[in-house]
């Protein structure tokens, strides 16, 4: 079994930072790749950002050059800096992972096998 946590999310104001995190615990001896989506009320789950086992990343053209992602292989920790943050940030973001030594990431929901509840992150002033 393996579960995902995420935490850090918050109240940040409009060109303010947060830092996410994601710990994926549980059968971890294989590795993962792991990604993050985020929710608004009413609509689909968002593919954000993305690291492969090898440590490539892929961001969506929204965030590109505000967020950055990055891991700690060790304890199987992904983190999500995001800086600038904009009124259009606030969601509910979700860190999944798939299991598996990946030299690529994934922008589909349907490749992560393990989802967190979700962290929120308001941006207001």
């Known amino acids: 079994q393996v579960q995902v946590a995420e935490s850090g999310g918050g109240l940040v104001q409009p060109g303010g930072s947060l830092r996410l995190s994601c710990v994926a615990s549980?059968?971890?001896?294989?590795?993962?790749?792991m990604a993050w989506f985020r929710q608004s009320p009413g609509e689909e789950r968002d593919f954000v950002a993305a690291i492969s086992w090898s440590g490539l990343t892929d961001y969506s053209n929204s965030v590109k050059g505000r967020f950055s992602v990055s891991r700690n292989s060790s304890s199987n920790t992904v983190y999500l800096q995001m800086d600038s943050l904009e009124a259009n940030d606030a969601a509910v973001y979700f860190c999944?992972?798939?299991?598996?030594?990946?030299?690529?990431?994934?922008?589909?929901?349907?490749?992560?096998?393990?989802w967190g509840q979700g962290t929120q992150v308001t941006v207001s002033s």
């Open positions: 999944a992972a798939a299991e598996g030594r990946y030299y690529t990431t994934s922008r589909h929901r349907e490749d992560y096998f393990y």
């Open positions: 549980g059968r971890t001896d294989n590795g993962y790749r």
